[in-house]
């Protein structure tokens, strides 16, 4: 790397924590103030960073765009598909990947169990919203504001005797879900399908996607499942890691 790009890129952390002025920049730096002014210079042309009316300078709206930009045309599919293959031939059982979309829970991926036994579910299809495990992680991290009003708007089929049944009921459990930081589906769609998921969270710490294992109860008990749990967070936290730009 030359020398003025890294000089550059270290100015960068340190407006990340507060405007500074062009003595301190230099002195991070540790170069004359005139060499700091140019760099200043140049990265203000560019719109990284804003000189403001006091002299001192901040990061620059164009590079918070330019991150954002970065952001939205990132595919958390792309990145977690290996991550997901590979959890299934470890454990054998269906791995789902999903998101949230304009108030609907959808899966963008799936590895087929390697059992007899398959899930009819499919890539780009609408999960049971009020059931599923997926479902509660992403719901469970979305502003209260939001979350009430969805919980509110929903209806509440009872697949089964263990559905949830209201939205009092489905807060709690979303309440319960973000606490912990992982979810379950234990019949609660259908009586003999369990189902373990962890949340994938972006650098901001937000969950952008879910991933789950899935069996059915002739395969694996829901306790084997559960068991499973570990592993489903460490490849969760992997993707993550590697969705955030953490992965080294």
Excluded at 183 to 198: K, P, R, Y
Aim: aromatic letters at 4%; hydrophobic letters at 45%.
């Amino acid at each position: 790397m030359s020398q003025t790009v890294d000089r550059a890129l270290t100015i960068l952390p340190l407006l990340a924590q507060g405007p500074a002025n062009l003595e301190q920049v230099a002195g991070r730096l540790g170069v004359h103030k005139s060499t700091a002014l140019r760099l200043l210079r140049t990265l203000d042309e560019h719109g990284i960073v804003y000189r403001q009316r006091d002299q001192r300078y901040r990061l620059g709206a164009r590079l918070f765009a330019l991150a954002q930009e970065a952001i939205e045309n990132l595919d958390v599919r792309e990145i977690a598909h290996p991550h997901l293959s590979r959890l299934g031939e470890q454990t054998g059982h269906t791995v789902h990947l999903a998101v949230y979309e304009e108030q609907e829970v959808l899966y963008i991926d799936k590895v087929e169990s390697r059992y007899p036994v398959r899930m009819y579910s499919r890539i780009g299809k609408p999960v049971a919203i009020t059931v599923a495990a997926v479902a509660k992680l992403l719901l469970a991290d979305l502003p209260e504001a939001e979350r009430r009003a969805l919980t509110d708007s929903l209806d509440y089929p009872r697949y089964t005797a263990r559905s949830i049944p209201d939205a009092a009921a489905f807060r709690k459990e979303l309440a319960k879900v973000r606490e912990q930081g992982w979810a379950t589906d234990l019949g609660g769609h259908e009586e003999s399908i369990n189902c373990v998921a962890a949340p994938i969270r972006g650098a901001d710490g937000r969950v952008v996607a879910a991933m789950s294992v899935s069996a059915p109860n002739v395969v694996v008990t829901a306790e084997e499942l559960l068991a499973l749990l570990p592993l489903v967070r460490r490849t969760a936290e992997a993707v993550s890691a590697e969705y955030s730009g953490r992965a080294g």
